[in-house]
């Protein structure tokens, strides 16, 4: 059956190049995905400028016990721990690294230029080497990168003002070097960069340098013993980057579940795309399958035909797959990290793991489909054969009915979760939930053609006449082609419009929760990063300001009620913090106590949100852990509400600034007294920049706009998930609409042979297009509706989805045109042959 099933295949060739696209692209998304999951669980990322050391010593940024939960400010060691470092045997010495943010002041004092400032002595680590003038070599001086000054206008000898710490300080630029790390670097004297970062005494790294020839694992294993006890971590090879960078750390591992999301939903949209595919391409050889049936071919001798043949296809489309995977794999990573979801320090690692999933994938769905169209075509009698091949009996079964309401419950599980899960939350159960109700509906597809072609037949005779009564006809009499066409039509309307509409109406609800919480007039930042926080105690003596209060955001973790038991990780709660001074906490945000009072938080106290209390009553005290790790014990002072999914806890700013990287506050919300004009305030508020150089001030539309680009990061990530999946879509559409019209030469040529027109032909297959347009559109916007409904319900509080109605009727145009525009040409095409040709025609 093997050769026969390869004699097959060019008789056949139509029915096999669709399979072969399905599948071809299918397996290539999904080995690329394969390879990003991959990368996720490496989060290689070669080192830059700690690459001469060998071993490289940092904080360890996981909670203790766990490693899911990351602390999101930098972890630092003490730099007393370099002596226990240097005394283990095949340690020559240590260098130790800072880290710092600092801003080149522009002209205006108003804008300026990024950069990140070290200690001199970690130059060696990379190495960065002078190409003009010497090394800093007290107070005042510089080093700076030779790209950085090149980008900023500066050269040794000159002079330049750096913000850092909140105040400004004069240096003169004393060399430039040029090194493997990033082209923004600054070094000053160890001194002074120990005094930048604003905590003397820490470090953020030590550089481990070994004798020649000494084992580089052996060594770390022993530094390892040397600062057991402290919250460090010791690494070697490409993780040593993540000393560099502590993102990588805590944001690469949101490639696993990138990937995991990404590569889920294009594997299952394979799964239905080559199903649907290989399902119609062997509904359409029923002839054949009939007389192999009549002259005596058994029921495993059909089936081993098929999937010999699906087997054949397989094999080359998964095997050339294999070419452009990994690429798609790079692509996305690249795509990530140039648009700030991911570090992009981190660098793309897969090996044949991927491939072999990727590869097994496809096989398997396209054997599985296979053996389920085998399974149909060889539970034909012989008696019933010719019968069966000239007119459609059976177009459903039990089997499809019991697995098409597993599909639909499961679904209308998902839903029900969706629809009382926290907004920010509710997408991950609302994607996954469109995809069981496409699959749902797409095993119910035979029985819900016939159902709406039922409804369309008598519109659709008394608008086209002759044409568009034949059209229905076919589709009456062949439901299982006419499911086939539809069910593409279907995933790629549904698919497009739930995930579009997904995404604006997550970010309408963001936006809200952003508006809703907001009531201040003007915020006060700096281009710095931040500014003192004794600077709001200067915003509110200022004339015309109502109220001011500190806005410092960072997360912490509310300590598990019960210690956990042996062997098991720690289950601690994850809380965003804000930072806030009372005084103004009322007047400037739209948080109010539900218990206690805010006014109440000062020094060691919390504000818990009303539904995250974890069995807390007032005058508890709570055990916390700030974003650098440290432990406190807060005492519960009031409790507020907050909108579902958005809850946060404030802490007294003064507390929380001293557990931040940057120890300074990033905003100040200021709202004006009563007939102050807001221009005149914001001019009286710009003066302070003569005390605190980079200070800025921006009105609520600015504050609005600034983070509305911040969602854009999400915004550009989810349409980039929905142009891979919903483009495969679209090529499956018009794969599957190809294969559907080109099939039916002998069809077309004896309608020539009895006197039908051309155009008469293309009457009646303009009509078919449209029913399974309408069809498709139909039941793609069912998926939708009770995909977005619980979504719109859980974000908004409201069934309807947030979003221009244009997004509806492009989509719905673009079906329309699509599935019109390859049905058309592909009925041309096949026009082209002679009526008498029909003779020589096989099915």
Same mark, same amino acid.
């Given at each position: ?531 003192? %926080?004794?600077? =709001?105690?200067? &915003?509110?003596?200022?004339? +015309?300001? !109502?109220? /001011?209060?500190?806005?410092? @955001?960072? $997360? ?77 014990? %807060?005492?519960? =002072?009031?409790? &507020?509400?907050?909108?579902? +999914?958005? !809850?946060? /806890?404030?802490?007294?700013? @003064?507390? $929380? ?80 609409? =190809? ?99 029909? =003779?020589?025609?096989?099915?």
């Amino acid at each position: 059956m093997i050769r026969i099933s390869l004699r097959t295949l060019r008789h056949h060739k139509g029915g096999f190049v669709a399979s072969f696209i399905a599948l071809f692209f299918g397996a290539a998304i999904v080995i690329g995905c394969g390879g990003l999951f991959e990368t996720g669980l490496h989060k290689a990322a070669p080192p830059e400028r700690l690459s001469a050391a060998p071993v490289v010593v940092t904080g360890d940024q996981r909670y203790p016990g766990t490693r899911r939960d990351m602390f999101v400010e930098r972890i630092t060691l003490d730099a007393s721990a370099a002596g226990a470092i240097e005394s283990v045997p095949g340690v020559t010495g240590t260098v130790s690294d800072v880290s710092f943010p600092v801003t080149v002041a522009g002209d205006d004092k108003q804008s300026g230029t990024g950069a990140t400032g070290h200690g001199w002595s970690s130059a060696q680590l990379a190495p960065y080497e002078l190409t003009e003038g010497e090394a800093p070599s007290g107070s005042g001086q510089a080093v700076l990168d030779a790209r950085l000054a090149e980008r900023t206008g500066l050269a040794p000898g000159q002079r330049v003002q750096f913000l850092f710490n909140g105040d400004a300080k004069s240096y003169e630029i004393s060399g430039l070097v040029s090194g493997p790390g990033g082209s923004d670097t600054v070094f000053l004297s160890d001194e002074e960069a120990a005094l930048a970062t604003g905590r003397p005494g820490k470090v953020d790294a030590f550089g481990v340098l070994t004798e020649p020839g000494a084992d580089v694992g052996q060594v770390a294993d022993q530094v390892r013993e040397a600062v057991d006890g402290q919250p460090a971590q010791v690494l070697t090879g490409d993780e040593r980057g993540w000393a560099e960078n502590p993102d990588i750390v805590a944001e690469g591992g949101k490639l696993i579940t990138l990937a995991s999301v990404f590569g889920g939903l294009s594997a299952m949209v394979t799964v239905f795309v080559v199903s649907s595919t290989l399902g119609l391409s062997i509904q359409q050889r029923q002839r054949e399958m009939a007389l192999l049936r009549a002259i005596g071919t058994t029921p495993a001798q059909l089936r081993r035909l098929i999937l010999g043949e699906t087997l054949f296809i397989a094999v080359i489309a998964t095997a050339l797959a294999c070419i452009p995977g990994p690429r798609i794999g790079r692509f996305l990573l690249d795509a990530f990290a140039s648009n700030g979801v991911v570090p992009d320090t981190i660098v793309f690692r897969a090996g044949g793991v991927p491939m072999i999933i990727g590869a097994g994938a496809a096989m398997i769905t396209a054997l599985g489909a296979a053996f389920i169209a085998a399974r149909a075509a060889a539970r034909t009698r012989p008696t019933e054969a010719l019968a069966e091949a000239t007119l459609q009996r059976r177009w459903f079964s039990g089997m499809r009915l019991v697995f098409a309401l597993l599909c639909l419950g499961g679904g209308t599980a998902l839903a029900l979760v969706t629809a009382n899960m926290d907004g920010p939350s509710a997408g991950s159960t609302a994607t996954p939930a469109a995809m069981l109700w496409t699959a749902g509906f797409g095993l119910l597809g035979p029985g819900l053609a016939k159902m709406i072609t039922a409804v369309l037949r008598g519109p659709v005779r008394a608008v086209s006449g002759l044409a568009g009564r034949l059209a229905t006809l076919n589709a009456k009499e062949r439901s299982s082609r006419m499911a086939g066409a539809v069910m593409p039509v279907m995933l790629a309307t549904g698919l497009a419009t739930a995930l579009i509409y997904l995404q604006t109406t997550q970010s309408s609800g963001s936006e809200k929760a952003f508006d809703e919480s907001l009531r201040a007039d003007l915020v006060v930042t700096s281009v710095s990063g931040g500014l003192p %926080l004794d600077t =709001v105690d200067a &915003v509110k003596a200022l004339p +015309g300001v !109502e109220a /001011a209060s500190a806005q410092v @955001s960072s $997360l912490g973790f509310i300590e598990p009620a019960q210690p956990p038991e042996e062997d098991d990780e720690p289950e601690p709660t994850e809380m965003p913090l804000q930072g806030i001074t009372p005084e103004g906490v009322d007047r400037t945000t739209a948080f109010r106590a539900s218990d206690g009072s805010l006014d109440a938080l000062r020094g060691e106290t919390v504000a818990l949100p009303t539904k995250s209390t974890g069995g807390h009553r007032l005058g508890d005290m709570v055990p916390m852990r700030m974003g650098d790790g440290g432990e406190v014990s %807060l005492k519960l =002072v009031a409790t &507020v509400e907050s909108r579902r +999914g958005y !809850e946060t /806890a404030l802490v007294p700013a @003064s507390l $929380l600034v001293e557990h931040t990287d940057s120890g300074l506050v990033p905003q100040i919300m200021v709202s004006a007294a009563a007939g102050t004009d807001h221009a005149q305030l914001s001019r009286t508020l710009s003066a302070l920049s003569e005390q605190h150089p980079g200070l800025r001030v921006s009105d609520r539309a600015t504050l609005g706009a600034v983070y509305a680009e911040q969602d854009e990061t999400q915004t550009w990530m989810s349409y980039l998930l929905l142009g891979m999946v919903v483009g495969y879509a679209t090529i499956a559409l018009v794969n599957t609409q =190809v294969l559907a019209t080109t099939e039916r030469r002998r069809e077309f040529m004896l309608q020539r042979l009895i006197g039908s027109t051309r155009r008469q032909v293309m009457q009646m297959m303009t009509v078919e297009a449209a029913l399974v347009s309408v069809a498709g559109i139909v039941l793609g916007l069912l998926v939708a509706g009770l995909t977005l409904v619980p979504l719109s319900v859980s974000v908004l509080g409201s069934p309807m989805p947030d979003g221009s109605p244009w997004i509806f009727i492009g989509v719905i145009t673009a079906a329309c045109a699509l599935t019109l525009a390859t049905t058309l040409a592909s009925t041309t095409i096949v026009l082209r042959s002679r009526p008498g040709d029909v =003779v020589g025609v096989r099915e």
